[in-house]
T-cell receptor, first 109, second 117 residues
Framework: GQNIDQPTEMTATEGAIVQINCTYQ??????LFWYQQHAGEAPTFLSY??LDGLEEKGRFSSFLSRSKGYSYLLLKELQMKDSASYLC??????????WGAGTKLIIKP | GAVVSQHPSWVICKSGTSVKIECRSL??????MFWYRQFPKQSLMLMAT?????????EQGVEKDKFLINHASLTLSTLTVTSAHPEDSSFYIC?????????????FGPGTRLLVL
């Protein structure tokens, strides 16, 4: 079956770095997305990886290893506003989205 | 766990035809359903919000006569793209909010890819 695994909750300190891991199993693969979602709001797009490697965008970076079915989202210089849920979403060969349950990130001062 | 399904997952149609997309919450009652549109490598764009038994609330810039939304029951909402044109080709995603167990949460469907020729 198709599946996404990511931790349910993580806690980090303001100013620090946190890495949120995601493993996926899909029928074919057409890319992996990371979204940020604050409570009560729609998800906001953070990144899209379809090739292996690291993509950096400001304080956020996303990494993909297709052979391992693995991705991570790296957040640097954490700010209180980064407290949110982070959703790992894979796209299969039929362009269907398989959503992870999300990782709730709690930032402490 | 709670699941949201969409049907069809893929649809190809000719310009001028209408396409209906169904969104179902499978093991919980969705008091509110959301319809989103996603362009490649971009964020989800909210099109409309619908509560069961009432008219949908459309976001600014979304044509209500073109994107007809019906939320007839607590487990089913439909989006009909009327007189589809190639620019309507996109990825349409529904989301359902309701009580799953003891807490209210929101779940997303797998999406429907529409290609208008």
């Amino acid at each position: 079956g198709q599946n996404i695994d990511q931790p349910t909750e993580m806690t980090a300190t303001e100013g620090a770095i946190v890495q949120i891991n995601c493993t996926y199993q899909t029928s074919g693969f057409n890319g992996l997305f990371w979204y940020q979602q604050h409570a009560g709001e729609a998800p906001t797009f953070l990144s899209y990886n379809v090739l292996d490697g690291l993509e950096e965008k400001g304080r956020f970076s996303s990494f993909l290893s297709r052979s391992k079915g693995y991705s991570y989202l790296l957040l640097k210089e954490l700010q209180m506003k980064d407290s949110a849920s982070y959703l790992c979403v894979a796209m299969d060969s039929n362009y269907q989205l398989i959503w992870g349950a999300g990782t709730k990130l709690i930032i402490k001062p | 766990g709670a699941v949201v399904s969409q049907h069809p997952s893929w649809v190809i149609c000719k310009s001028g035809t209408s396409v209906k997309i169904e969104c179902r919450s499978l093991d919980f009652q969705a008091t509110t359903m959301f319809w989103y549109r996603q362009f490649p490598k971009q964020s989800l764009m909210l099109m409309a919000t619908s509560n069961e038994g009432s008219k949908a609330t459309y976001e600014q810039g979304v044509e209500k006569d073109k994107f007809l939304i019906n939320h007839a029951s607590l487990t089913l909402s439909t989006l009909t793209v009327t007189s589809a044109h190639p620019e309507d080709s996109s990825f349409y995603i529904c989301s359902a909010r309701g009580l799953a167990g003891l807490s209210e949460t929101q779940y997303f469907g797998p999406g429907t890819r529409l290609l208008v020729l």
